[in-house]
């Protein structure tokens, strides 16, 4: 089957790799029907982090269930599902308190690779959620989304507390960031401040529920911040870069009292024990328990709710990944969707 590998930085190619198989009992294999490049996937493309290739890639999909294990029972052939980026049983003490990226028996789906014609879907009962009816185009597009960048901006805009009566920040205007906003939107906070230097990225930010676009970044960017909320400071925050200065950036936009959610996949970040002490905020996030959303945002793309799959402003073939990277490398995309 093809796949994307990437075999150092800069370096992606599509390769014939051996078949996805059913391994364990709890197994299910998947005909993927879209993929799609996340924002963490650039961290290795760029040299920030080890390529330890040639290693497959992806870990965001959709796709049609070909065929499953003895074990599986919630799960059939010919299922259009979607999954989480973490495979997990949903059956642990971690999963049960809604942290199933967390759970015990935990499988990173980049380990696998996702960006290929089929893949093997750990603990697929606990996985996979099976989609009702037949999907359109566009709300393929969405449930695409739902794996990973809409679910891990649901869980920062949730982590941060947003709700109604609240003012709202959001670090990184990425498809997380993008997404959290739309989470916060619907979670329904009064005023959302974007913080974005781009044009189009800032027109999404406001088509998703943005009330004001803040340019400027760090301390800059805290003081407008700020600015905006009479001095106090947003209620809620969300991080989605993962760099030390997005979350200096979001500790120090927030009220005290306040929460950050961060999501960002942090690199080089390290946080002053006094300057954390008196900022007197609450810190929530890593790795979204997107199933704990998976069912209520299938529903809501479902019946129309919501559009997330308007982050995916570059669609090309598995074939042409390599331009795919290139173009969120220069930022020529805010995310990119792989047919197959």
């Known amino acids: ?4 590998v990437m075999h150092a930085p800069g370096d992606v190619r599509v390769e014939n790799v051996a078949d ?7 197994d299910a294999v998947i005909r993927v029907t879209a993929a799609c490049i996340c924002g963490s996937d ?3 493309y760029r040299g920030i982090e080890e390529v330890d290739g040639p290693a497959r890639m992806g870990h965001e999909y959709i796709g049609v269930v070909e065929r499953v294990g003895p074990a599986v029972r919630g799960i059939g052939v010919g299922d259009f599902v979607v999954g989480s980026f973490v495979a997990s049983d949903n059956t642990c003490e971690i999963c049960e308190a809604g942290f199933q990226s967390r759970c015990v028996h935990q499988v990173m789906m980049g380990a696998i690779g996702t960006q290929a014609e089929y893949a093997r879907i750990p603990h697929a009962d606990g996985t996979l959620v099976k989609v009702p009816g037949e999907p359109t185009e566009a709300q393929a597009r969405s449930l695409l989304a739902a794996s990973d960048v809409l679910g891990t901006g649901w869980f920062a805009a949730v982590a941060a507390e947003a709700g109604p009566g609240k003012t709202v920040a959001v670090v990184g205007d990425g498809a997380v960031g993008l997404l959290g906003i739309l989470a916060a939107k619907r979670l329904g906070a009064e005023r959302i401040i974007a913080m974005s230097r781009h044009a189009d990225r800032q027109a999404l930010a406001r088509r998703f529920g943005a009330t004001d676009v803040v340019e400027e970044r760090g301390e800059a960017g805290v003081a407008r911040v700020r600015e905006l909320t009479g001095g106090y400071g947003a209620h809620s925050t969300i991080e989605a870069v993962g760099t030390q200065e997005s979350m200096m950036q979001a500790i120090h936009s927030t009220r005290p009292g306040g929460h950050v959610g961060y999501v960002g996949v942090a690199h080089g970040v390290e946080l002053d024990g006094m300057d954390l002490f008196f900022s007197t905020v609450s810190l929530l996030g890593g790795p979204a328990p997107v199933r704990r959303f998976l069912p209520e945002l299938v529903g809501l793309i479902m019946s129309g709710e919501i559009d997330p799959g308007a982050v995916f402003d ?8 390599a331009e795919g990277y290139r173009a969120m490398d220069e930022r020529r995309a805010t995310k990119v969707l792989l047919t197959l």
């Open 20 to 26: 996805a198989e059913i391994i364990e009992p709890t």
């Open 314 to 321: 570059l669609t090309l073939p598995i074939e042409e990944a």
């Open 42 to 44: 650039l961290w290795p």
């Open 1 to 4: 089957m093809r796949a994307v």
